[in-house]
């Protein structure tokens, strides 16, 4: 092969992953292109140059189904379980810091008793299911921070049962507290009257951190209650005067979400996006280099 005719493929194989990138490539047909390289052929290996081509044909056919399969496999996550693929990344400190409160006595992870004993709401059976994956009847540190996600995901599809959310949904979650239910519908239900994952997750994770430390759950967290909670007094205090930040009346479950969010608890998670168009670069980039093998 000809060193200018290498250096052209590279250019053509890099250039599709640029134009790609900026969503101008069309789809590549492969067959179409080995073909025309076939006429241009001089005479004489024509069977070498059958095989390459059979070769390269074949080798672009598995890579495009396999691009195909993963498009679709992703397409049907996304659209799967109102949104199911969707989410928020919670930074790992208050991960952290939730297991820690739910894992009250700080030994062996959190149990059964805790869990029944500080997470209360039509959440609670769905999530404690993904989360205690071992059945063991309790939850370890790597149990909690790997299933984390699929325990949200089990809850919301418990939870949310269409893509058009409704306040009247909201209202028939059971058992939820009344202020819990009036916190989702005026904070995470959004002015297009849909709770997505995304969201769904933001008032799972507050209202269960929130209800951890409301020891008499009347949907306020006062100076004394986080007195109680050293944990929780490290965190929001730990002087009464730092507490009074969320005012006289303490701590209500609106003011937890907007200072969750002033400390970037909730990060935004990619799903596709430009991580989805660099593999799919990488993918053209790769039928250009089977090409460029096949012309060598």
């Given at each position: 092969?000809?060193?200018?005719?290498?250096?052209?493929?590279?250019?053509?194989?890099?250039?599709?992953?640029?134009?790609?990138?900026?969503?101008?490539?069309?789809?590549?047909?492969?067959?179409?292109?080995?073909?025309?390289?076939?006429?241009?052929?001089?005479?004489?290996?024509?069977?070498?140059?059958?095989?390459?081509?059979?070769?390269?044909?074949?080798?672009?056919?598995?890579?495009?189904?396999?691009?195909?399969?993963?498009?679709?496999?992703?397409g049907a996550e996304k659209e799967g379980a109102a949104g199911a693929s969707e989410g928020v990344d919670i930074a790992p400190e208050w991960l952290d810091f939730l297991y820690e409160l739910l894992d009250a006595d700080g030994k062996d992870g959190i149990d059964k008793d805790e869990w029944a004993k500080l997470v209360k709401g039509q959440w609670a059976d769905p999530m404690w299911a993904a989360l205690d994956k071992s059945g063991d009847e309790k939850v370890d540190k790597e149990e909690w921070t790997t299933n984390w996600d699929p325990a949200v995901t089990a809850a919301f599809k418990k939870m949310i049962t269409s893509k058009d959310t409704s306040e009247k949904e909201i209202d028939a979650w059971s058992p939820a507290e009344e202020y819990e239910k009036a916190f989702a519908k005026k904070e995470l239900l959004g002015e297009d009257k849909v709770m997505d994952r995304s969201e769904f997750e933001e008032f799972i994770y507050t209202a269960?951190?929130?209800?951890?430390?409301?020891?008499?759950?009347?949907?306020?967290?006062?100076?004394?209650?986080?007195?109680?909670?050293?944990?929780?007094?490290?965190?929001?205090?730990?002087?009464?005067?730092?507490?009074?930040?969320f005012?006289?009346?303490?701590?209500?479950?609106?003011?937890?979400?907007?200072?969750?969010?002033?400390?970037?608890?909730?990060?935004?998670?990619?799903?596709?996006?430009?991580?989805?168009?660099?593999?799919?670069?990488?993918?053209?980039?790769?039928?250009?280099?089977?090409?460029?093998?096949?012309?060598?």
């Amino acid at each position: 092969m000809h060193v200018a005719a290498t250096h052209a493929g590279a250019f053509v194989a890099l250039k599709a992953t640029e134009e790609h990138k900026k969503g101008k490539l069309e789809p590549v047909h492969v067959k179409s292109v080995a073909s025309k390289k076939k006429q241009e052929a001089p005479e004489g290996g024509e069977d070498a140059e059958e095989k390459a081509d059979d070769a390269a044909e074949k080798a672009a056919d598995e890579k495009e189904g396999v691009v195909k399969e993963g498009a679709e496999k992703e397409g049907a996550e996304k659209e799967g379980a109102a949104g199911a693929s969707e989410g928020v990344d919670i930074a790992p400190e208050w991960l952290d810091f939730l297991y820690e409160l739910l894992d009250a006595d700080g030994k062996d992870g959190i149990d059964k008793d805790e869990w029944a004993k500080l997470v209360k709401g039509q959440w609670a059976d769905p999530m404690w299911a993904a989360l205690d994956k071992s059945g063991d009847e309790k939850v370890d540190k790597e149990e909690w921070t790997t299933n984390w996600d699929p325990a949200v995901t089990a809850a919301f599809k418990k939870m949310i049962t269409s893509k058009d959310t409704s306040e009247k949904e909201i209202d028939a979650w059971s058992p939820a507290e009344e202020y819990e239910k009036a916190f989702a519908k005026k904070e995470l239900l959004g002015e297009d009257k849909v709770m997505d994952r995304s969201e769904f997750e933001e008032f799972i994770y507050t209202a269960m951190e929130f209800r951890a430390i409301d020891e008499n759950g009347d949907g306020t967290i006062s100076w004394e209650e986080l007195e109680k909670n050293a944990k929780a007094k490290a965190k929001f205090g730990p002087e009464k005067a730092d507490f009074a930040k969320f005012g006289k009346d303490g701590m209500q479950l609106d003011e937890l979400l907007k200072y969750l969010n002033t400390k970037q608890a909730f990060g935004s998670k990619v799903v596709g996006g430009e991580n989805g168009s660099e593999r799919a670069a990488l993918a053209y980039t790769a039928l250009a280099a089977i090409l460029l093998c096949a012309w060598q």
